[in-house]
């Protein structure tokens, strides 16, 4: 066999692995959810409503993203490994409903959940492939409900402010455990609740506090929860 063809090969076996150890190098998965109000109340996010129509008025998955303790974070680790819609095609329902996409152009969700499984799905194929990706994401929706929790509270998505340090609390007594509230400004300049981040360990089975919390808008003392 001629030597370059060899080193070739070489070349690519070192790359495959590399990539399989980027993709299963992390120490915890942020599980984000996001209030639709608030992304399409900023002055920053354009909004559209799906193909589908209008969401429900409830928070959505935004995504399941492996994270270092550090604070940093692995992306894009495996571009052998596309999103292929089929590969999730009893979830398609159920993805609609609860991991919408309000970007615009108006769309059906596929290039959203393309982004997210391409950028930080393949970084954990160490634990899930794709199905049991999206699939866990789903799950963890539906145990941490937080509108339940928050409704539970009296904190209502009504435009009304409430303190940051009871929609934390609430949402800990929901849950079990610790969020990290995001923030970003009506187009007033308003800080309100955008983003909520709760934390999973390493094996993508569990609930944890968080190791680092991430490094995005801080929230002011009182925050909006605007209507949807």
């Not at 009893?90 to 959940?113: A, H, Q, T, V």
């Not at 929901?174 to 981040?197: A, M």
Request: aromatic share 14%; hydrophobic share 30%; with cysteine.
């Amino acid at each position: 066999m001629e030597p370059k063809f060899l080193l070739l090969i070489y070349l690519l076996v070192l790359q495959s692995l590399a990539l399989l150890c980027a993709s299963q190098d992390f120490d915890f998965f942020y599980f984000v959810q996001q209030w639709p109000g608030a992304y399409c109340d900023s002055d920053k996010n354009s909004c559209c409503y799906p193909t589908t129509g209008k969401p429900a008025a409830d928070f959505s998955i935004h995504g399941l993203w492996p994270n270092y303790n550090d604070g940093s974070y692995p992306q894009n680790c495996d571009s052998n490994n596309p999103f292929d819609a089929s590969k999730i095609s009893d979830l398609i329902s159920s993805m609609r409903k609860n991991w919408p996409s309000l970007s615009c152009p108006s769309n059906d969700g596929e290039s959203f959940w393309s982004h997210e499984w391409e950028k930080h799905g393949t970084c954990s194929e160490s634990v899930f492939d794709q199905h049991s990706y999206f699939e866990t994401t789903l799950g963890l929706k539906q145990q941490a409900n937080l509108l339940k929790a928050l409704k539970a509270a009296g904190i209502e998505p009504d435009g009304s402010s409430y303190s940051l340090e009871n929609i934390k609390d609430a949402i800990k007594e929901g849950s079990g455990y610790t969020p990290w509230i995001e923030c970003n400004e009506d187009s007033s300049g308003n800080s309100q609740l955008y983003q909520v981040y709760l934390c999973l360990d390493k094996s993508g089975s569990n609930l944890i506090e968080c190791p680092v919390f991430p490094k995005g808008k801080r929230c002011g003392s009182e925050i909006e929860f605007p209507n949807f």
